[in-house]
Nanobody, 127 residues
Framework: VQLQASGGGLVQAGGSLRLACAAS??????????MGWFRQDPGKEREFIAA????????LYADSVKGRFTISRDNTKNTMWLQMNSLKPEDTAVYYC???????????????????WGQGTQLTVSS
């Protein structure tokens, strides 16, 4: 495991939370990698949430979170964030950060397109 997600917790509907993703080993540097966030409920498939390219200039969001979530990164700190606002109970899931070596073309939304995953962090949104 080279990535570690953190910042999850219990929040009321309408609230906000920011998740962070950092390298678990100092030898892993973010710069050449496109990064993303997925989430997964037990018994369900892993769902794409957001992604951004290695420079942070290109972003992609799932329709379910567009306008509420913001993905960002700081390559100098080897850290990526997911700012989540206006949270809903249906946002409850384990959130995973992921990375793939950057390449040309559209940002992928399939989990299989990413090759580095971190341990997830649980977000629970109460109604």
């Amino acid at each position: 495991v080279q990535l570690q997600a953190s910042g999850g917790g219990l929040v009321q509907a309408g609230g906000s939370l920011r998740l962070a993703c950092a390298a678990s080993r100092r030898t892993f540097t973010f710069t050449p990698y496109d990064m993303g966030w997925f989430r997964q409920d037990p018994g369900k498939e892993r769902e794409f949430i957001a992604a951004l390219d290695w420079s942070g200039s290109r972003t992609l969001y799932a329709d379910s979170v567009k306008g509420r979530f913001t993905i960002s990164r700081d390559n100098t700190k080897n850290t990526m964030w997911l700012q989540m606002n206006s949270l809903k109970p249906e946002d409850t899931a384990v959130y995973y950060c992921t990375a793939r070596y950057s390449r040309l073309g559209p940002m992928p939304t399939a989990p299989g397109s990413y090759d580095t995953w971190g341990q997830g962090t649980q977000l629970t949104v109460s109604s």
